[in-house]
């Protein structure tokens, strides 16, 4: 489980302003950031760990975001190529920094939180072992193809002359370190 900033606006915390000008830091930190914004109901629990974000619902968007403001305990942004700005006035928010969001439970609507999460790019990495391996001339290019049959996967690289003079040149370095 991540730890998270938190700012509550019934907290006598003394880290409550410090977590709030973190929270603002990163905020206005996303700038030209590609962010998907979700609004989701608090379940009947009042659980908020219970919430789905992973399943995107009817109103979620993905833009990037410009202009973001933490004014007071108001959060403020402008989707790109939007005039108008939004605005949530916050009863509480929490910083997820290892998931890169921000939950905003909203003053006006005690029963919805709205996330703003930045979107990164997440790679698969898988191994092969025990693999076959071909390589094939097509034009210019070279194909090189990996199969695990055991996985029943097969990919195929194309490379091009500088991509293969790269890959031979770091074969070629590891062969002899």
């Known amino acids: 489980m991540s730890q998270k900033i938190v700012w509550d606006s019934n907290s006598n915390e003394v880290d409550n302003p410090t977590n709030l000008g973190l929270i603002k ?5 996303l700038n030209g950031q590609k962010i998907l914004q979700a609004q989701r109901i608090i ?5 908020p760990e219970e919430i789905d974000w992973d399943t995107k619902q009817r109103f979620d968007q993905e833009y990037i975001l410009t202009s973001p403001q933490l004014r007071g305990i108001t ?4 989707p790109e190529g939007q005039a108008q700005e ?3 006035t916050a009863r509480r928010l929490e910083l997820d920094s290892d998931n890169q969001s921000l939950s905003v439970y909203l003053q006006s609507r005690p029963d919805t939180v709205i996330r703003f999460s930045l979107i990164t790019v ?5 191994t ?7 390589a094939t001339k097509e034009g210019p290019d070279v194909l ?5 049959r055991g996985k ?3 990919i195929v690289f194309k490379l091009n002359a500088g991509q293969l003079h790269y890959l031979l040149s770091q074969l070629q370095e590891i062969r002899e370190g």
């Open 86 to 88: 939004f605005g949530y």
């Open 122 to 126: 997440k790679y698969e990495r898988f």
């Open 43 to 47: 379940p009947p629990s009042g659980n």
């Open 144 to 148: 090189l193809l990996v199969r695990d």
């Open 25 to 29: 830091e990163w905020w206005e930190n």
């Open 128 to 134: 092969l072992k025990d693999v076959e391996i071909e």
């Open 75 to 78: 959060v403020y942004g402008t």
């Open 152 to 154: 029943k996967i097969e």
